[in-house]
């Protein structure tokens, strides 16, 4: 089951919350495990259900859609990308770990 554009709404308010919040951008800078990254996913909007650490190869592979993107005062650079007949996926490059963030479907 396809995931709502409600739904999808989480991801850009995730970045709007990260960019307001220099814990949270702290924060996802010092991530180096996957159950970090949840934690502090599950505190800013636990609706983001899927998450996982990528290869900086992939969070750097020129996507097919790309949404929106930038770059957040701790130098985290994050693009909202749209996966061909997928989901709206969120990925970030941290200073320890790359990783990506979308709402599993149903």
Known sequence: MPVS???E???PRFVDAVKESDDFQNGL???TNLDQL???VKQIDPV???AAIIPYEQATSPPKITIDSGILQANILWRLLRCPGGPLVLQMICKEVNFALWIESC
């Open 5 to 7: 554009a409600e739904l």
């Open 48 to 50: 983001l259900t899927g």
């Open 29 to 31: 800078n010092s991530v």
């Open 38 to 40: 949840k934690t502090i």
């Open 9 to 11: 709404q989480s991801l």
